[in-house]
């Protein structure tokens, strides 16, 4: 609590979407009082993002929410695309080479329930219409008003807070806005798809997808269960109009055929190819995070891995300063590591959208690209990047890059990650003791094998990724960097 003045909570997470749950559930991991508002009265069960990039799925397991994921999952997909290409997965070094198919809705019930586990408070049917913020603290306004030390706006692409603060959004407006609606269709159609049960474990997932001359294209994708459908479709539409049953029965018959019958419409929205970023992360006392940051055209499947990793990169960042741990300047990594993550995820969404252009010129660079793209170092790199297991926060490496999962002892590494405190596996025991004056915030681990050779010793943040590799870095130095002064009582 700031001195001499009353707060609510130590941090107020605006919005219950993957981001903002993520976050919180970060928060509460070490003890940050934390609520989290939502304007919506309950969550919305349809819509929005359908997987899990690898990357998330290890992030997942790294708090032990893995397994509670893959319950709620529809299936899997073996691979990516980067428009004219598939980018396959299988030879990607995880244990999870695949795309998850697990609806938003399913991903929010997991992290809610943990959340809540931890004694967090979620106040639902909760707007945030105002904010403001002094040196101290900072305010949100709704049905009552909340002061906290901090504010994650997790708010999503047309974040209030965002606007209330008057935070710039440059980029490019939305060109076309694309159909999705998540159906029931009557049985009977000759090629409608069905997710069986073998699928969902083989981790396959058969989507019927149709293009035509004009480059009109449209996607339908089976839940697991029966009768239930998402459609994505484009028809040159530039409007964000509402979606009209009729329409969704004019779409499904111009793609599939007339023997598709619609039964209900249980979603229906438009999505635009809009592609914004924010200059900066973060601003005063309040941080942006996941859509509330940045928007882009959805493909490949990246938005929803990015904000959950955002989250992730901030939370134990954001708890280190909270209890004291870390000084404030802990916090500038935030930005300086995740903006240009989310920058290069723009990148690449805006050259898919840019190819999906109808013409010779677009046409050639489309030929050009998927040959690049059958070569398969290029073809490995593009997947790397989409499934997000490249991402580096700098240093030399392995400096910067995620620690990947190994067994030690007949225990997988990442285990040693689900009390989310930073982690240092040694080879050698002078190096648990060496750390031990960091017990408190480091679990020390002797194992009998590391994934890179010639280290003794690596060092890891609370997000995974390595910060120190030993005996090619100090170990001290990157203890007290990353995780403050030691303890005078250890
Ligand atoms: C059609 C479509 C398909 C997509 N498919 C994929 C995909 O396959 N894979 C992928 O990774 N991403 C996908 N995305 C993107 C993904 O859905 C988003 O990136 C993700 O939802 C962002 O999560 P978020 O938590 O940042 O924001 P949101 O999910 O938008 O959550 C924001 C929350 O804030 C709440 N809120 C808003 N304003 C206020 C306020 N003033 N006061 C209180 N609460 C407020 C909202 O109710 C909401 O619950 C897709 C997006 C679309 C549109």
Redesign the pocket.
């Known amino acids: 609590m700031v001195e001499g003045q009353a707060t609510d909570a130590d941090v107020v997470v605006?919005?219950?979407?993957?981001?903002?749950l993520m976050l919180a559930t970060e928060l509460r991991l070490r003890g940050v009082t934390t609520i989290v508002?939502?304007?919506?009265t309950q969550r919305?069960e349809f819509?929005?993002?359908?997987?899990l990039?690898p990357r998330t799925a290890e992030v997942l397991d790294l708090r032990g929410l893995l397994t509670a994921a893959q319950d709620r999952a529809e299936g899997g997909i073996p691979g990516s695309h980067f428009t004219v290409a598939f980018l396959p997965y299988t030879s990607l070094d995880t244990r999870y080479p695949y795309q998850m198919v697990l609806p938003?809705a399913q991903l929010e019930a997991v992290l809610e329930q943990r959340f809540l586990e931890l004694g967090g408070e979620l106040r639902r049917g909760?707007?945030?219409?105002d904010v403001q913020q002094d040196e101290n603290t900072v305010t949100v306004h709704?049905p009552d008003t909340l002061t906290a030390r901090y504010v994650a706006a997790?708010?999503?692409?047309?974040?209030?807070?965002r606007k209330l603060l008057g935070v710039d959004f440059p980029g490019t407006a939305a060109t076309e806005y694309?159909t999705?609606a998540d159906i029931r269709l009557s049985p009977g159609a000759k090629e409608l798809p069905q997710l069986t049960e073998q699928q969902r474990e083989r981790r396959s997932m058969r989507r019927l997808r149709r293009a035509e001359p004009d480059g009109s294209t449209a996607n339908l994708l089976p839940y697991a269960e029966p009768g239930l459908y998402r459609i994505?479709y484009s028809d040159h539409r530039t409007t964000r109009d509402e979606v009209t049953r009729q329409q969704i029965v004019d779409g499904l018959h111009r793609f599939y055929g007339d023997d598709y019958q619609l039964q209900d419409v249980l979603y229906a929205?438009r999505?635009g190819d809009a592609s914004r970023q924010v200059e900066h992360y973060r601003t005063g006392r309040v941080f942006l995070?996941?859509?509330?940051a940045h928007i882009h055209f959805?493909a490949g499947?990246?938005?929803?891995?990015?904000?959950v990793q955002d989250a992730f990169n901030l939370g134990w960042k954001l708890a280190a300063v909270i209890t004291g741990t870390m000084a404030e300047t802990l916090l500038d990594t935030y930005h300086a590591e995740r903006h240009p993550v989310g920058a290069q995820v723009l990148e690449n969404t805006r050259a898919q959208n840019t190819l999906r252009i109808q013409d010779a010129n677009h046409e050639a660079l489309r030929r050009v690209l998927e040959r690049l793209l059958q070569t398969p170092e290029a073809n490995q790199a593009m997947a790397e990047t989409t499934s997000g297991l490249a991402i580096s926060y700098g240093g030399e490496a392995p400096v910067g890059t995620r620690l990947r999962d190994f067994e030690s002892g007949g225990s997988w590494a990442s285990t040693a990650f689900h009390t989310g405190h930073g982690v240092l596996l040694a080879r050698k025991p002078q190096y648990l003791e060496q750390a031990q004056p960091w017990a408190s915030r480091v679990v020390g681990l002797h194992v009998d094998n590391l994934p890179l050779p010639g280290c003794d010793a690596l060092l890891v943040r609370p997000d995974g990724h390595i910060c120190a590799a030993v005996p090619h870095d100090d170990l001290t130095t990157a203890l007290s960097t990353w995780f403050g002064a030691p303890d005078t009582t250890a």
Do not use: E, H
């Open positions: 605006v919005g219950a979407g993957p981001t903002g508002v939502d304007r919506l919305s819509g929005k993002a359908l997987n990039q938003q909760w707007t945030v219409d709704g997790c708010d999503g692409g047309r974040s209030s807070i694309f999705m994505l929205g999505f995070a996941g859509d509330a959805p499947g990246q938005g929803l891995n990015l904000g």
